[in-house]
């Protein structure tokens, strides 16, 4: 029978028995310095700082259970031989499915932190494991190690460290392996091993290394080891390997003594501590500190901060408290407590993307390290709600990617704003990416109330990559720089604003030969990328139509708050054709050749001059806009099934074919043509509600943790897509995407239909949770596979949005131009007993905890607000109502020193 996962403690803390008989698990530890961990239940994983710059071999998921150089703790005890501590032997490995293992293996994590406990009836010893990356300035990551004699007899034996130290790149890890390690300079120090290349190795110019790697070590009592085997061959010895080293199986081999150094090896470091005899019930305790520092970092500071088992515990309880601190400022208590530790979990995931990319865990995405372009707004979506400081800062930077033909920088620099040309000479370019800041920008304004965020000036990106990438500017070189600039060689800048407008205008006139927004590279669904010259997105043109509409209700906004008028570049006045040249949106010829007059007036540089532009004018433009293709959404893209329901063709294919509808295959559906037709107003209530059964009937499968990406189309399309040649099920073909999943939610619970958001929200909860089925640890992962096991765990975009849904929509704690909503979607089932629901969050930089009473338990839509009260003061309501706004000023007036009880009363309408 497979164990479970079940949370010991009110702060998330879990234990899952028998974790080592579950393929794929990891855990991540990070911290703020720069290093990222990954460790499963056997300790394999790795540790780096960055993808060049790993100090164990680099692993993918497949190598968990494939590669034998995991961090190992082993003993070699008097009259039983080599056992690991770790789980890590030859012959425990061999034991795990003959039915001799006497070995029982528990797992209990934290945020942040990993302990595995392993008890051995033979040879009688209990090893408990803790893992953790202090809160600290230094990259490296803690091991303790900690050892106890459960037997009646003494046990004497000799214990030695053994963590694998790749110490470079992981472009290295098959390209110059050997060569590479020819860099290696060794060196035996007291209390451990350091490596430091010589050189960083790169064909197209090496450079000097002035990073050191190390493995340190020392018992409880901050007592050096006595001896080293710093070369990995001779560790093993010949004919050996990892799982059964020479050094540890004979022992009799001497290590060498601190002072030595070598060149020119793989390096391990294998630190040999004195032998023991532990009595009964007697313990002892070793500190492994592990990771790299630049050289003028002592190493014994290293030794002095972390080196013995009191330091350690510090540690420990500093690392607790850190991560406590760090998601104090979102919580949830519902009906389910189970539910409500999850999402502490949750929580966490867009904290750790920011920290580690998209590259940094055993399952990943991109693989050489950093953000994509989506990960900067979505990951912010979550900041705004889970954590203090300057988001508007990090949100504003993240505007000088933006390109003036509307597309985007695509690599990302580590410092905020940074952006790099294209190194890859791929020119590619997702139309999505256009309309991901103008959502995360809409939250943050809401919260804040800032309008006048819409109106700093911000450079643009400038790079060789021009008209969406489709042309090179052949007078553009490096040494230009990556700041767009005027014919008079000034750097450009606009407001936010006009960045906005840029993303947005560029793509309405970008259509293809169905008069829909181009599908270029591919849009959210990577996977469809095979369409670049006849395909088209209806899906992100229904986006791109509610987006124009909310900025044309945003510059209503400014004007409402007094501005009359705002300035942009004269060559967007091409875009704004309302206002001075109208074109006919019917006529595709026309809009294709307004974008080509705009791009080739911003193609090198742009004249510098700025026009103003009235308010009033600039909203009608863009609403007349949005209306257009809203409605020409609705008339062309619906498909009707004789049984009733119906549903939007998302796509366009790159033979100029629907992609959706009734096929001789099957029915033909994805989940995005939908999410973005409700969640932008195109479809209508009664689409909606034919949308819905649609949804339903074709996408819905409770055994894969909910709704479908698509349907099965059954055919490897090379017309539309890499994803059809996946197999059905898994990532973008089909399988329980999690991110799409949780927009679906989000946009049905924007259109009032809260019983099927929450239906999905749950669904996806009870999947993660179910874990002989998923075999994950708590939290939300990118997609659910074709037997429903959770992949691509904790960096995932999904877990944003899943925030933010549960938040403002769900509980309806949102911003409302500033000022605090409260229009509750919640049913029945997520209020406790005593008919309560309640979050804590921040608003106006002041911590409140809002509580709805349900005595009544009535679902939405029966019930609305009829009192509310501010730390027992009463707020004056002029009618029940389902939604209540409070002034901003009201929140603000509020000590800033303690949590605030907001609580608002349900009863029947």
């Not at 394999?44 to 961090?71: Q, Y």
């Not at 509600?689 to 996408?699: C, G, M, P, S, T």
Request: charged letters at 20%.
């Amino acid at each position: 029978m497979v164990q479970t996962w079940k949370f010991i403690d009110k702060h998330g803390a879990f234990e899952l028995p028998d974790a080592h008989h579950s393929s794929y698990l990891y855990f991540p530890l990070v911290n703020e310095a720069g290093i990222m961990s990954s460790i499963s239940p056997i300790l394999h994983g790795d540790i780096k700082s960055g993808h060049h710059t790993f100090l164990t071999p680099p692993v993918s998921v497949e190598d968990l259970h494939n590669s034998r150089a995991s961090r190992n703790f082993w003993l070699h005890i008097e009259n039983v031989g080599a056992w690991s501590a770790t789980g890590n032997a030859a012959s425990q490995i061999a034991h795990k499915f003959s039915g001799k293992e006497n070995e029982q293996v528990t797992l209990r994590a934290g945020f942040l932190w990993h302990q595995i406990t392993r008890k051995s009836k033979q040879p009688g010893l209990q090893a408990e494991i803790t893992n953790l990356a202090p809160p600290s300035s230094d990259q490296v990551e803690l091991m303790q190690v900690r050892l106890t004699n459960t037997s009646d007899q003494p046990i004497r034996f000799t214990a030695t460290a053994a963590i694998p130290i790749f110490g470079r790149s992981a472009d290295n890890l098959r390209d110059h392996r050997h060569v590479t390690s020819l860099l290696h300079r060794i060196t035996c120090t007291k209390y451990g091993i350091q490596v430091q290349p010589t050189l960083s190795f790169d064909e197209r110019g090496h450079h000097l290394n002035h990073i050191r790697y190390f493995v340190l070590g020392a018992e409880s009592d901050g007592a050096p080891p006595e001896g080293f085997f710093p070369i990995l061959e001779d560790f093993i010895g010949e004919g050996g390997s990892l799982d059964w080293p020479e050094a540890v199986v004979q022992p009799v081999r001497d290590c060498v003594p601190a002072g030595q150094s070598f060149e020119g090896y793989e390096a391990i470091g294998g630190l040999r501590f004195r032998e023991v005899n532990l009595l009964p019930g007697q313990a002892c305790t070793y500190i492994l500190i592990m990771g790299m520092t630049s050289h003028e970092t002592s190493l014994q500071r290293l030794v002095n901060t972390y080196g013995s088992q009191a330091k350690f515990a510090e540690w420990l309880e500093k690392t607790k408290t850190y991560w406590q601190r760090r998601l104090e400022h979102l919580d949830f208590q519902s009906g389910n407590v189970q539910y409500d530790l999850w999402l502490k979990w949750v929580s966490l995931q867009p904290i750790l993307r920011r920290e580690m990319g998209n590259s940094f865990l055993p399952f990943h995405d991109y693989g050489r390290g950093g953000r994509g372009w989506r990960d900067l707004w979505q990951d912010i979506l979550a900041l705004l709600i889970i954590e203090s400081g300057a988001v508007d800062q990090m949100l504003f930077e993240n505007f000088a990617g933006v390109r003036l033909d509307g597309s985007n920088a695509t690599i990302i620099g580590n410092r905020p704003g940074e952006f790099k040309a294209d190194r890859n000479n791929i020119p590619r370019v997702w139309m999505d990416h256009g309309a991901w800041p103008l959502l995360t920008t809409l939250l943050y304004i809401d919260q804040t109330g800032d309008l006048d965020f819409l109106l700093r000036n911000q450079v643009y990106f400038k790079d060789h990559l021009i008209e969406r990438a489709q042309s090179t500017d052949v007078h553009w070189e490096p040494s230009q720089g990556t700041l767009q600039r005027t014919r008079a060689g000034d750097v450009y800048q606009g407001t936010i604003l006009e960045h906005l407008l840029v993303q947005h205008l560029t793509a309405f006139f970008n259509v293809g030969e169905h008069n829909h927004i181009k599908l270029e590279g591919a849009d959210w669904n990577d996977g469809m990328d095979m369409a670049a010259q006849r395909g088209e997105s209806v899906a992100f043109s229904a986006l791109y139509a509610s987006n124009i509409k909310q900025i044309s209700q945003l510059v209503q906004e400014l004007r409402n708050s007094g501005h009359e008028q705002v300035e942009v570049a004269a060559e967007i006045r091409l875009l704004l054709d309302t206002l001075q040249h109208p074109i006919d949106y019917r006529s595709i010829n026309d809009r294709q050749q307004r974008l080509r007059e705009y791009f080739a007036a911003v193609s090198h540089t742009l004249s510098g001059e700025k026009v103003a532009i009235p308010l009033a004018d600039l909203a009608a433009d863009l609403a007349a806009k949005a209306e257009w293709m809203m409605a020409h959404i609705r008339e062309q893209e619906w498909i009707s099934h004789q049984d009733g329901y119906g549903w939007f063709n998302g796509y366009y294919d790159n033979d100029g074919q629907r992609l959706e509808g009734i096929h001789p295959n099957g029915v033909r559906i994805t989940l995005t043509g939908q999410v973005f037709t409700l969640m932008g107003g195109v479809a209508t209530d009664e689409q909606a509600d034919k949308i819905i059964q649609a949804v339903e009937r074709l996408l819905f499968d409770p055994g894969v943790g909910g709704y479908r990406l698509n349907s099965n189309f059954q055919e490897v399309l090379l017309n539309m897509g890499r994803c059809f040649g996946f197999a059905y099920g898994h990532k973008e073909n089909g399988a329980m995407f999690s991110h799409m999943a949780v927009m679906y939610a989000y946009a049905l619970y924007q259109r009032g239909f809260a019983k099927q958001a929450y239906k999905a929200l749950e669904q996806i909860y009870r999947q993660s949770v179910d874990f002989p089925i998923s075999r994950m640890y708590p939290g939300i992962p990118e997609y659910f596979n074709a037997r429903g096991r959770g992949v691509y765990t904790y960096l995932t975009g999904s877990a944003s949005w899943y925030l933010l849904t549960l938040l403002t929509q769900a509980f309806g704690v949102r911003g409302q131009t500033g000022d605090l909503a409260l229009a509750p979607k919640l049913v029945a089932e997520q209020f406790d007993a005593k008919g309560q629901a309640s979050v804590l969050t921040r608003f106006a930089d002041r911590r409140i905890q809002v509580i709805f009473h349900n005595t009544e338990k009535l679902n939405y839509g029966d019930y609305r607000i009829v009192r509310v009260t501010i730390d027992g003061d009463e707020l004056l309501l002029e009618n029940p109502a389902e939604s209540v706004r409070i002034a901003r000023q009201r929140i603000a007036a509020l000590s800033p020193d303690q949590v605030h009880e907001i609580r608002a009363w349900l009863g029947a309408k």
